[in-house]
């Protein structure tokens, strides 16, 4: 068995199950699309997609089936043991899976896409959530003045790191 971490887009959720003696198992398969740079082409191109078979077991296993579903376009962090197993497709040719029994697995939020108004890059700075950037009206001991600032602190502080 090999180590692995990757990330990859979550394709067909087979479910939560319980083995025997009562062990949370939870099973699902992802994609992992990979892409080569062509010099001679000066681009990126396509060379194919790994599909992998996950396992995770116990609590985390319950906690992902309410998370993971089937058909929604979602990306995850995956890292645990890998190994090839040999199958027989239909026609009666070989095939090999790539099964994975997690340890790990994270999911991977995207913030919601929002049209940019003048902030970010090339325009004016973006506006910090709780200010904006350099407000000096943020309770804090370093954007007051008479306190110290983040350049010169005031007599007998020292940064908080």
């Not at 985390?60 to 089936?65: G, K, Q, S």
């Amino acid at each position: 068995m090999a180590q692995v971490s990757f990330r990859a887009n979550v394709g067909q959720v087979r479910g939560l199950k319980f083995t025997q003696d009562n062990k949370a198992m939870f099973r699902f398969s992802a994609a992992e699309n990979c892409s080569r740079y062509n010099r001679q082409k000066q681009s990126y191109e396509d060379i194919g997609t790994t599909w992998y078979e996950i396992t995770v077991f116990g609590k985390h296993a319950e906690d992902l089936a309410n998370v993971i579903e089937s058909g929604k376009k979602q990306q995850v962090t995956v890292s645990g043991k890998m190994e090839t197993r040999e199958y027989t497709i239909d026609a009666g040719s070989p095939g090999k899976s790539l099964d994975v029994t997690a340890d790990h697995v994270g999911i991977v939020y995207f913030a919601p896409q929002q049209p940019q108004q003048g902030g970010g890059f090339g325009g004016q700075p973006a506006a910090n959530p709780q200010g904006t950037w350099g407000d000096k009206s943020q309770t804090s001991v370093w954007a007051d003045s008479e306190q110290g600032s983040w350049d010169n602190p005031g007599p007998g502080q020292a940064p908080p790191f």
